[in-house]
């Protein structure tokens, strides 16, 4: 059992730790009795509660869902377009996002701003490069709030270092040593950590104000990046 101080320090610092400008910190487990929205690849809307979700590698290989009317599903990640799932207990904590002013206008304007700030982790089926072969996968978008031009998925098999947690729930900290990203209308590849200085100049090179401000670019500015990346792509 969580001692009530440690439980009041945690979730001080799970809600004041995440704004609109952080990534958000992966979910790996889901609700089953909280309403999970899934839209279908032919535009087919489908609500109920999650039954079970099975992977391979990391990554969703099915989801079976039950609707309101009682009817069950079972989904590929080729039959779903993007969805909603309710993160379950402490891996909700820190999820809700305040979608800020100033972020608005950065922020991909066909998610659901309700449900994000309600803590609901987004999934979409997206183009992703894996070595020489583009595939279809679905991937969990980690920065709804400003991923107009830049996006930046789960890497599912993505080493973090440590983070404030109980029970194997992460949910402050966590600096994860690879992503998935993708400018708009590209697709993702991985970017990690012990690359990040090589990719730099070819991720950002159209971007002066990127390059000229950061002679040693640092993994941990990688948020700062993608939103001057967005400042930058706004302007032209």
Not at 159 to 177: M, W
Request: aromatic share 12%; with cysteine.
């Amino acid at each position: 059992m969580i001692k009530k101080p440690l439980l009041l320090m945690m979730l001080f610092f799970a809600f004041t730790a995440m704004n609109a400008q952080d990534l958000i910190s992966p979910s790996y487990g889901f609700s089953h009795s909280k309403t999970a929205y899934i839209t279908l690849a032919d535009g087919t809307e489908i609500n109920g509660t999650i039954k079970d979700i099975d992977r391979d590698k990391g990554l969703i290989e099915f989801i079976k869902l039950q609707d309101g009317a009682g009817k069950k599903h079972k989904l590929k990640p080729e039959d779903i377009k993007f969805m909603y799932l309710p993160p379950s207990g402490l891996d909700n904590l820190g999820k809700k996002l305040n979608f800020l002013e100033d972020f608005k206008k950065w922020n991909d304007e066909k998610l659901n701003q309700d449900f994000l700030n309600q803590g609901y982790a987004y999934f979409e089926t997206a183009d992703v490069k894996i070595k020489k072969k583009n595939s279809k996968l679905l991937m969990q978008l980690l920065n709804p709030g400003f991923s107009k031009e830049f996006k930046v998925y789960c890497d599912p098999y993505a080493k973090e270092t440590t983070s404030l947690g109980v029970g194997g729930v992460k949910f402050v900290g966590g600096d994860a040593k690879s992503y998935y990203v993708a400018k708009k209308d590209s697709p993702a590849f991985l970017l990690k950590k012990k690359d990040y200085k090589k990719e730099f100049v070819p991720l950002w090179g159209s971007c002066e104000k990127i390059i000229s401000a950061n002679p040693e670019p640092k993994w941990t500015d990688l948020t700062k990046h993608v939103i001057t990346y967005s400042e930058c792509a706004e302007a032209k």
